[in-house]
């Protein structure tokens, strides 16, 4: 069956002499992972389409039982120009499509994803992004697949714990802990305020750098415990955002 949809491209790599094996998130079917015969060298379908980050009208065969659907025309509607442009934007873009990439299982549909991925990635191209801009969105991420951190209520008596002097976080249950429950809980104290800035990512912006390493360090423990996944560009986005 032929389907046409927005996609942005997550995963791109020549296969053969001149196919490509990409990998997209589409705004109505998810995340789908395809073959575009001649895309190495098709220039009447294909013309630098199918790079990294670029959001594209896509249309692609599906048959049933099959790993790969066929994509057989994908036409620009935002190119990743700009993020090429610095090392530090292509670790940023890279964290970005690769969250979104192993945190999705293929073909289950996350319009909401893709609008924050699709916000992001043009962000990157216009604004040098603070550690705090890339936490926003990574907790955006998050909440629209449903693995936020629990910031709102304590994970032992489910007391409502929001407030800038909450400070104690569970990395073991995944969100904080009241001031009543702590003896009984293992967690581990914040900076004051800290806490209350994640439980609503609009409020990230402006944030003391300060609160930068105590806020990543809690993120990676709450990934690792809870989603058991190593980000490999996590690893050159930590050296470029320092």
């Known amino acids: 069956m032929l389907r046409k949809d927005r996609a942005i491209i997550l995963y791109s790599s020549v296969f053969g002499e001149s196919d490509r094996i990409v990998r997209f998130l589409t705004l109505g079917a998810g995340k789908l992972a ?17 790079e ?15 790993a790969l659907v066929r994509i057989d025309n994908a036409d620009l509607r935002e190119t990743n120009s700009g993020i090429e442009s610095s090392f530090r934007n292509m670790c940023i873009a890279s964290f970005f499509a ?3 990439d192993r945190l999705t299982r293929e073909r289950s549909p996350h319009a909401d994803l893709f609008d924050v991925l699709k916000e992001a ?55 904080v802990v009241c001031g009543g429950c702590a003896s009984s809980v293992s967690h581990r104290k914040y900076p004051e305020g800290l806490l209350f800035r994640l439980a609503d990512p609009a409020a990230l912006k402006g944030t003391s750098a300060a609160y930068g390493r105590p806020a990543r360090e809690l993120m ?16 050159l986005l930590k050296s470029v955002i320092g």
């Open 220 to 235: 990676e423990a709450f990934i690792q415990f809870h989603l058991n996944v190593d980000f490999k560009s996590y690893r």
């Open 34 to 50: 395809g073959i575009a015969k001649g895309g190495k060298k098709s220039r009447k379908r294909f013309m630098n389409t199918l």
């Open 121 to 175: 990635l043009s962000r990157v191209k216009s604004v040098a992004l603070t550690y705090f801009d890339i936490l926003y969105y990574q907790l955006q991420m998050l909440d629209c697949l449903g693995y936020m951190p629990n910031f709102t209520t304590c994970v032992q008596c489910g007391r409502d714990v929001r407030g800038p002097d909450a400070a104690s976080f569970s990395h073991e249950r995944g969100g």
């Open 52 to 66: 990294l980050f670029n959001h594209v009208d896509i249309e692609y065969f599906e048959k049933s039982g099959s």
């Open 98 to 100: 690769e969250f979104a």
